[in-house]
């Protein structure tokens, strides 16, 4: 067993439970909860919505919620601590970076953001004594730019400084996941410590046993965004994550959606038509994804694994 960073303080893995491996609370722009907590409804009007989401997802048996939410997705951690202290939800903060650096980030080396990744995960996020538990990293199409090779760096470096483990938004149907493990591998990062998420956006199984085969975790984690993003469809990801188990790689994927329960990026009425395309909101896996990969042939055992054993492992390394 290990001990972990929860927004809550120190978390023992055995504790984790159930868990989504790649969620958030909320995710819009740097600053916006300062400056247009309306937009939201008001910051106390959202803490309440998304307090009682999660606690009915804990109601539901989910006991783990690792939000990847970086600093230019929005992320204010007080919130996020105050969502957990009144639902009852384990939740895992995140340092790290995602694709829309502002000047002042972009501009920095890679070792000046080693040194921001770090300090968030040894001293504390925004201000408080709340650690990081998880380094969140992102690169997507066109490519890799310059920032984002920065950013893998840097992650490396303070992954390396700390122990505490990387997770990634991949453009899967770039086999963005490829370029993200060449770099970290030569920065020297054991893949064992490496979550490659959003793998799901492609059903190219020779691309995701690749990965799994150098030794890498992958997260099967935008799972109801098929009904949205397609393809591949939710039920051609279903027929993945079967697959996956049938050659053996049971022990190193994960399932999350990657529905955030407070969205600012896109207009209010695409996001109307998100959330009706996706039945259940963080809920989705429970009541729609498990029973489809029931039928698909899935053991009970199997999903325990996925779903229990595997973000228990990737934790404790």
């Known amino acids: 067993m290990a001990t972990i960073n929860s927004v809550s303080g120190p978390l023992d893995t055995s504790q984790l439970g159930y868990t ?31 307090s009682g989401v999660l606690a009915e997802a804990k109601a539901a048996g989910i006991q783990s919620f690792i939000d990847v939410t970086t600093i230019d997705l929005g992320r204010d951690i007080r919130l996020i ?10 939740i895992v903060a995140c340092t790290g970076h995602w694709l829309d650096p502002s000047e002042s980030m972009k501009n920095r080396t890679a070792e000046e953001l080693a040194e921001f990744f770090t300090m968030e ?53 770039i086999r963005i996941g490829e370029a993200q493990a060449r770099i970290l591998e030569r920065e020297g990062v054991d893949p ?27 997260g099967l984690d935008r799972i109801p965004l098929g009904a949205f993003y397609p393809p591949p469809t939710v039920a051609e990801r279903a027929g993945v994550v079967v697959e996956l188990v049938n050659r053996g790689f049971e022990k190193q994927i994960c399932l999350s959606h990657d529905v ?7 207009g209010k009425e695409q996001e109307a038509k998100f959330r009706e395309r996706i039945p259940g909101g963080i809920l989705f896996i429970n009541q729609t994804f498990i029973p489809m990969l029931k039928e698909r042939g899935l053991s009970d055992s199997s999903i325990e694994q996925i779903m229990i054993g595997n973000p228990q492992k990737f934790f404790e390394g």
């Not at 492609?202 to 030794?215: K, P």
């Not at 955030?260 to 896109?266: A, E, N, R, S, T």
């Open 20 to 50: 989504l491996m790649h969620e958030h609370v909320c995710s819009w722009s740097a600053g916006m909860w300062h400056y247009w907590p309306q937009f939201m409804g008001g910051r106390e009007t959202f803490l309440e919505h998304a």
């Open 81 to 90: 601590a105050e969502a957990a202290k009144r639902s009852g939800m384990q």
């Open 121 to 173: 995960i040894t001293e504390g996020i925004e201000g408080t004594d709340i650690k990081a538990g998880i380094i969140k990293v992102a690169n997507d199409e066109p490519g890799l730019t310059d920032f984002g090779r920065s950013v893998l760096k840097a992650a490396a470096a303070a992954q390396q400084a700390t122990g505490v483990p990387i997770s990634t938004h991949s453009g899967a149907k």
């Open 192 to 218: 064992s410590r490496v979550y490659i998420g959003h793998s799901d956006d492609t059903d190219s199984l020779g691309y995701l046993t690749g990965l799994l085969e150098r030794g890498y975790w992958i």
């Open 260 to 266: 955030p329960i407070g969205l600012g990026l896109v």
